[in-house]
């Protein structure tokens, strides 16, 4: 580890190094109303009490306050939810679980049947629950697990089979509830107002425990999901070893990219690299990438790199520094490398686990499928190659290093992008409070309207329903009685048609039949995409990876409605480039900022891919571009936006800065940055930059939510703009490059080649904007 820490800067560079101290455990203990039934069966499974945060998230649901429980990962959340919902289900109510996954349900189930308290009827009811059982379910289970898929198609719709449930329900656990963002989270948002509303027709008003990932403001994220007040529980009182966290920056190499920008040598190539250096040293290392392909070609060049080394062709990395190993035991080290792949069998994944144990495997490359079914914790190092999106899932991976009583090292290494950049160089972003919440938006026209069809056909709306489903609803009723899905009678607002309501409301998805990804030599479905991503994500020729593993789309029929793909090995990657065209519809606030002004409205979005550009996966060399033929597509959605007025920016364009140019840098890397603040993907977010807009008659940058109606990120940017901005302006400061690179400026999905950018107008102007000294 020292060594790996030491190594000179002939590749990347430390660019932090931070050592997370052990957690002592506090004070483990039983709150007094838990039953001596209960104690007796954790006691068995080797649990004497509950840690502070478990007891305080657990003792304010037991009061009927509605809590979310918001801390690390193996922090025992389970046990602060389980302890209230079992105690109310041995007192006589009921207790339903819900959870995005089938997968997770089950695992509950299991733990829950561990338990064997008497009198507990736990059960699974979901889309496997077969039909003879589904009646027994309905009548006898007092602990139900479900998603949010059952509920909103199964349990709500006939909910009049449910009443005995329904009349003693007492809590509600949410779990994974940060899975719940963007527009599906908006969708479950609805179905959890829909459930409140038939829990007061049947006489109940459960409280609703909450379990996430650490993010910023979970209590408001929890009232924004639930519709009602929750308190919050962020405070990790769970014992955890040490860690020593580097971040890593890999160089700029002498490639030339795009407008002749250095290239930066890919994480997962760095990767490599340091993954056979950490062997060298016997270290157990587990590097996490984000594509089965990736996994491979990194345990490849580990191998190839070790190999050299064993035969004399390259020197040692930094002499002096370790004992070297024997040559013999030098020579079989290659062969102690592997690649994790999806699909094996259990045997197998027994065989690995116990070859990293044991240490006869000592580097290990895998994406995260491995969370699937390998249980391999105890390591020395563990390598991320990439920001993995959360802080979650960053902990989830540096977690898996770590055994009892020893530090325990990560390292992540950043990819060019002006997120990963910002992150290497700003490391509060990582071990200070967390800054990205999760964000939705269940005022969202487009996902309140099914819902509203759908509680109509469970129970018809009356007046006072209206302040559970929110301030828009009225407007969104009014339309749905002038399209003829409603009727307004005297007593309420009725479904009157044959069809299931519940089907208007695609929960998952957002608007438009779903794209099937179908694999041509085989005709098996992989996967559905959302219509409105499937121009980005399925295009012909691109690369598309499922699960981790590859495939190549050789024509994406849009009529259709079908994707079909080959599996392959392509040694580049794509990104759709797109074209967009923005108008301001309405701007519902806004606020100076600087001398300009920041807006949040709704706008009209016409969107075209036109091309996809290629990038070679060793080096991050761009291959060119290849056109594409899609038709333009036309939505409404939310958006953040800021203007500058022509007095604010006519001494920039004197100085010769490019004006357009730096806009248009400023709005790549403000895309980029946004998912440090809002929870969301690539394509979850678009932008337009322009010197002058007709909507404004100014120099206006936009960012707008890639979905239908709206679904949260551009109204964080907007609460967040202060920080968001100057993260933005701080990333493009940080990259050493020098005109504006792929780090900093550059976006693979420009639709306009990168042309025009200005990094030092873009430095200049943002500080305009922050009124910065710039
Ligand atoms: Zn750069
Ligand atoms: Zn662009």
Redesign the pocket.
């Known amino acids: 580890m020292s060594r790996l820490l030491g190594v000179p800067a002939r590749r990347g560079r430390v660019t932090h190094v931070e050592h997370v101290p052990a957690r002592q455990a506090g004070q483990a203990r039983w709150p007094d109303w838990v039953s001596e039934t209960l104690v007796t069966r954790w006691a068995n499974q080797g649990i004497f009490g509950l840690w502070p945060h478990q007891a305080e998230a657990a003792e304010l649901a037991h009061r009927g306050r509605n809590v979310i429980i918001a801390t690390g990962t193996a922090s025992g959340k389970s046990l602060a939810y389980q302890v209230p919902a079992l105690s109310s289900v041995l007192d006589g109510g009921t207790a339903l679980y819900l959870t995005p996954t089938k997968a997770l349900a089950a695992d509950q189930l299991r733990a829950l049947e561990a338990l064997d308290v008497p009198g507990l009827r736990a059960a699974a009811y979901d889309g496997d629950t077969p039909y003879e059982e589904r009646a027994w379910i309905r009548r006898h289970a007092n602990y139900v697990l479900t998603n949010p898929d059952m509920l909103h198609r199964g349990l709500l719709p006939g909910h009049a089979r449910w009443s005995g449930f329904w009349r003693r329900l007492r809590t509600v656990v949410v779990d994974e509830c940060h899975g719940y963002r963007g527009v599906f989270g908006s969708h479950v948002a609805q179905i959890l107002r829909r459930l409140r509303r038939v829990c007061t027709r049947y006489g109940s008003s459960p409280v609703f425990v909450l379990a996430s990932a650490t993010a910023s403001d979970p209590g408001a994220f929890a009232t924004r999901l639930t519709g009602l007040q929750t308190a919050e529980v962020t405070t990790d009182a769970s014992p955890r070893g040490s860690i020593t966290f580097a971040l890593w920056e890999p160089p700029?190499t002498d490639l030339r990219g795009e407008g002749g920008?250095?290239v930066?040598r890919p994480a997962a190539a760095e990767t490599a690299d340091l993954l056979a250096d950490l062997v060298l040293d016997g270290t157990r290392t587990l590097a996490f990438v984000r594509s089965r392909r990736a996994a491979e070609s990194v345990a490849l060049s580990a191998r190839a790199r070790l190999s050299d080394l064993a035969s004399g062709m390259i020197s040692r990395p930094s002499p002096g520094m370790a004992a070297p190993a024997s040559l013999t035991s030098l020579a079989d080290l290659p062969g102690r490398i592997a690649a994790y792949r999806a699909g094996y069998l259990a045997e197998e994944r027994r065989g690995l686990e116990r070859a990293l144990r044991s240490g006869d495997l000592l580097g290990l490359a895998t994406t995260n499928a491995l969370e699937l079914g390998v249980d391999v914790s105890g390591l020395d190092a563990v390598l991320i190659a990439g920001w993995p999106g959360t802080r979650a899932s960053l902990w989830q991976q540096a977690g898996r290093a770590g055994r009892a009583g020893q530090d325990a090292l990560a390292v992540l290494i950043a990819r060019d992008d002006p997120l990963d950049?910002y992150l290497v160089h700003h490391p509060e972003a990582l071990f200070g409070r967390p800054v990205e919440a999760i964000v939705l938006d269940p005022g969202n026209p487009y996902v309140l309207g099914p819902h509203l069809c759908a509680a109509a056909a469970e129970i018809p709306l009356t007046e006072d329903d209206l302040e559970i489903f929110g301030p828009t609803s009225k407007e969104v009723l009014a339309s749905l009685v002038g399209d003829g899905l409603l009727r307004r009678r005297s007593s309420g607002w009725f479904w009157t048609r044959r069809e299931r309501a519940t089907d208007l409301a695609d929960i998952r998805g957002s608007g438009g039949a779903p794209v099937q990804v179908v694999e041509l030599s085989t005709g098996c479905l992989l996967g559905t995409v959302d219509e409105s991503s499937a121009h980005t994500t399925v295009h012909t020729g691109a690369v598309y990876v499922h699960q981790g593993e590859t495939f190549l789309v050789t024509e994406l029929d849009l009529e259709a409605g079908v994707a079909l793909v080959e599996a392959g090995t392509p040694d580049y990657t794509t990104f759709a480039r797109d074209v967009t065209e923005i108008s301001v519809l309405e701007s519902f606030r806004s606020h100076p900022l600087g001398p300009g002004e920041l807006h949040f409205g709704s706008v009209e979005v016409t969107r075209q891919v036109v091309s996809y550009l290629k990038r070679r996966l060793q080096s991050g060399e761009p291959l060119g571009d290849e056109a594409l033929d899609l038709p333009p597509r036309t939505l409404r959605t939310r958006a953040v936006w800021w203007t500058l007025p022509a007095s604010a920016i006519s001494p920039l364009a004197e100085a010769g800065l490019d004006l357009g140019g730096a806009a248009h840098a400023a709005e790549h890397a403000s895309i980029g940055m946004l998912p440090l603040f809002a929870t969301c993907d690539r394509w979850d977010i678009g932008g337009v930059s322009t010197e002058l807009h007709a909507d404004t008659g100014m120099l206006t940058v936009f960012v707008y939510d890639g979905h239908e109606g709206g679904a949260g990120f551009a109204e964080r940017g907007f609460s967040r703009a202060l920080e968001w901005l100057t993260a933005t302006r701080e990333a493009?400061a940080s990259?050493?490059?020098?005109?504006?690179?792929?780090?900093?400026?550059?976006s693979p999905k420009c639709g306009n080649g990168n042309e025009p950018l200005d990094?030092a107008g873009a430095l200049r102007l943002l500080a305009v904007l922050l009124s910065m000294n710039g």
């Open positions: 700029l920008a250095p930066r950049t493009i990259c050493e490059c020098e005109r504006g690179c792929p780090s900093c400026i550059q990094k």
